[in-house]
């Protein structure tokens, strides 16, 4: 069963825009993480927060955590074309849990 | 090696046949996960390892799939007697736990039962 949720499913934004997307979750969680994958091939880690955090930034990347709502919010600024691909949401209950992975949003930079 | 390796990358099989997946974590991860994606959805857990615990095994679909780890190094996925359903991409991940890090994914084999 599916833990995370995103939404939109697919998000299409001009270069230099910024995008959002937003990941909620069912069961309380000890981290949260985003992944990007292209081209339906292996996914590359670009962001955990833990649940007594409320932001993060990394580069272009901001995430924020709201645990009372049970979602989370990806923010890429800047955007370029190279951003393409699909971003998932995933979400563990303790160190020794597996992650649990949303559907993924489809997100097109267009130049 | 610097990331987790799969093989093969591609596997074009026969339906009924047998296939084997291989997964080469990266050295010193104790955590090792298998992932099942068909095509355009996300990511279906199926088996994950941990150190010398007993795996949970909780999201291989049937008793077609069996997965096997040597302490903390390779792992290998088993599918017996596959089905067209099977068909999709198998990703591998490992992680070092318990930093609670984030995965290290392999590029996955592509499964096709043809």
């Known amino acids: 069963s599916q833990q995370g949720e995103e939404d939109p499913q697919a998000l299409s934004i001009q270069e230099g825009e910024n995008a959002t997307m937003n990941c909620s979750y069912k069961?309380?969680?000890?981290?949260l993480q985003w992944y990007r994958q292209n081209s339906g091939r292996g996914l590359v880690h670009l962001i955990l927060i833990r649940s007594n955090e409320r932001e993060k930034h990394s580069g272009r990347l901001r995430v924020t955590l709201d645990t009372s709502k049970k979602s989370s919010s990806l923010l890429i600024t800047a955007s370029r074309a190279a951003d393409t691909a699909s971003y998932f949401c995933?979400?563990?209950?303790?160190?020794?849990?597996?992650?649990?992975f949303g559907k993924g949003i489809t997100l097109s930079v267009r130049p | 090696g610097a990331g987790v390796s799969q093989s093969p990358s591609n596997k074009v099989t026969e339906k009924g046949k047998d296939v084997e997946l291989r997964c080469d974590p990266i050295s010193g991860h104790t955590a090792l996960y298998w992932y099942r994606q068909r095509l355009g959805q996300g990511l279906e857990f199926l088996i994950y390892f941990q150190g010398n615990s007993a795996p949970d095994k909780s999201g291989l679909p049937s008793d077609r799939f069996s997965a096997e780890r040597t302490g903390e190094s390779v792992s290998t996925l088993t599918i017996q007697r596959t089905q067209q359903e099977d068909s999709a991409v198998y990703l591998c991940?490992?992680?070092?736990?318990?930093?609670?890090?984030?995965?290290?994914f392999g590029s996955g084999t592509r499964l096709t039962v043809v």
């Open positions: 069961t309380s969680i000890n981290n």
């Open positions: 995933a979400t563990d209950t303790g160190a020794n849990s597996k992650l649990t």
């Open positions: 991940a490992s992680s070092f736990i318990p930093l609670g890090g984030g995965y290290t």
